[in-house]
């Protein structure tokens, strides 16, 4: 079966700054496929490249069989069917939770305006906040806000989510909501790819697990044989890095 | 006595409101019409600005360049030198020619829109790059962005340094002086000039620009709190 996403040998450079040094993976529909590394490994500028909001300097993405990549590439009909969960939930502030989700349905959807209401309560029943529909971003908690982030990126049945460290700007006390969201979310069936340093997460809901360090991937296997039995030195250390810290 | 002093300032005031008062209506017709010069050229300046702003930010070297040059020519020169330019110096070259007033405000909007251009610059820089990435991650393209995500908030932003500049350009009028707009210092210097009294015309004047700015700046306090969001302060304070 063609996978909904196929990353080849993909690289990008900031300056002197070898950031991502020939990716390659690939994800198959219904996946939940976990990327974990040291902050400053390229996690994020891969998942930007995949959609573009990073351009890539060499290498290949296609979603969905289509090649993003192409120069011809129609950039909006792609991330037309990705969605994109932000670190910073990046909710825009000035818009009342509900219009955050219907502005993409109604512009780039093409939706009425009657559709979009319908469908963005939907998805705020799904994350469990359709009675916040009418307030404000800044009115909620920012676990709230990523739930509502999680549903903007939803709404327009992506066939692709990612997932950029969702809950590392979040209180401890709020991380577990939005864990349970994005759980629900997988087990529904969606095509996730999620930054994460959370790894009971990655125990639980990963299909796969992979590992990336100075811009390579070193490691990729299923969450069991991941965790207990690292193969690469620098998983290892990384790993007991990331227990100690609990 | 130690009255004396006392009662013969009373006494001056009171002479001095005695001589005002029958020439107020003068001087307000000269406020209305520095206020409707300055509102016209307030929001001619902020078309401008908006226009000038964008383009500061899009991206485009060519476009960037103008604009940055038009920016640059207008708060290099000295607003008097702008006024007489376009009053006495545009009708021989083109032979369009502008009265007093209408002068007053196209020199006076242009001027101001070099200035809030980079107030919608500055507004626009302010808002975190993440809005732009989630409205792009979304589908939207770079000016759908700006238009529904970027600069609404940034218009809220900047809403005090709008204030601030229609104050200034509310007494900046008084420059207009020079080619006899009729606004609310030429009516003074008329009062003035032949009655001699300097000193009560001019604090009258002062007084009442002082009066219109203080009415600004309360308005555009009822306008901040009308148009705040939760967390999206006008100071662009985060939550």
């Not at chain 1, 351009?55 to 994109?84: A, S, Y």
Request: aromatic share 10%; charged share 20%; proline share 5%.
């Amino acid at each position: 079966m063609q996978p909904i996403l196929l990353v080849k040998d993909l690289h990008k450079s900031y300056g002197q700054l070898h950031v991502l040094k020939g990716v390659s993976f690939e994800v198959s529909k219904g996946e939940t496929v976990v990327i974990m590394g040291p902050s400053g490994s390229g996690k994020s500028t891969l998942l930007r490249c995949i959609v573009r909001l990073v351009e890539p300097d060499k290498g290949d993405i296609w979603i969905d069989g289509v090649r993003v990549t192409d120069p011809k590439c129609n950039l909006i009909d792609v991330r037309k069917h990705v969605g994109f969960v932000f670190q910073q939930f990046n909710l825009f502030p000035h818009m009342k939770v509900i219009d955050n989700i219907k502005l993409a349905l109604v512009k780039i959807h093409k939706m009425s305006e009657e559709q979009a209401t319908e469908k963005a309560m939907d998805v705020l029943r799904k994350v469990g906040l359709e009675d916040k529909a009418y307030a404000y971003p800044g009115e909620l908690s920012g676990g709230q806000q990523q739930r509502v982030a999680i549903a903007r990126a939803l709404a327009i049945e992506p066939k692709l989510i990612l997932f950029d460290e969702p809950t590392s700007a979040l209180d401890p006390e709020l991380i577990g909501e939005v864990l349970i969201t994005m759980e629900h979310i997988a087990r529904e069936g969606k095509t996730m790819v999620v930054v994460t340093h959370e790894i009971d997460f990655a125990r639980e809901v990963a299909d796969r697990v992979l590992f990336i360090d100075h811009g390579q991937i070193l490691e990729e296997k299923d969450p069991e044989t991941f965790f207990t039995n690292p193969e690469h030195p620098r998983l290892r250390a990384f790993l007991r890095r990331l227990l100690e810290r609990v | 006595m130690v009255l004396e002093p006392v009662i013969g300032f009373i006494e001056w005031i009171i002479s001095a409101i005695e001589f005002m008062w029958p020439r107020f209506p003068w001087l307000l017709y000269g406020a209305r019409i520095t206020l409707y010069v300055a509102t016209i050229a307030f929001f001619l300046g902020t078309g401008i600005g908006v226009f000038l702003g964008i383009l500061r930010v899009s991206g485009i070297k060519v476009l960037e360049k103008i604009a940055t040059a038009y920016i640059e020519v207008i708060r290099g020169t000295p607003l008097v030198v702008q006024i007489l330019i376009v009053y006495f110096g545009i009708p021989i070259v083109t032979g369009i020619r502008f009265d007093p007033i209408m002068a007053g405000i196209l020199t006076m909007g242009l001027n101001s829109g070099a200035y809030q251009a980079e107030i919608v610059r500055s507004g626009i820089k302010g808002i975190p790059t993440g809005q732009l990435e989630a409205a792009e991650s979304l589908g939207l393209t770079y000016w759908q962005s700006m238009r529904y995500v970027i600069i609404p908030q940034a218009m809220r932003i900047v809403i005090p340094a709008f204030v601030n500049e229609y104050a200034t350009i509310l007494k900046d009028t008084s420059l207009l002086i020079i080619i006899g707009v009729p606004e609310l210092t030429r009516q003074g210097q008329y009062i003035a000039a032949w009655s001699f009294r300097y000193f009560e015309v001019y604090i009258t004047v002062a007084l009442i620009y002082f009066i219109l700015v203080l009415i600004v700046s309360r308005v555009a306090r009822l306008l901040e709190k009308k148009l705040m969001i939760p967390g999206l302060g006008v100071t662009g304070a985060r939550l």
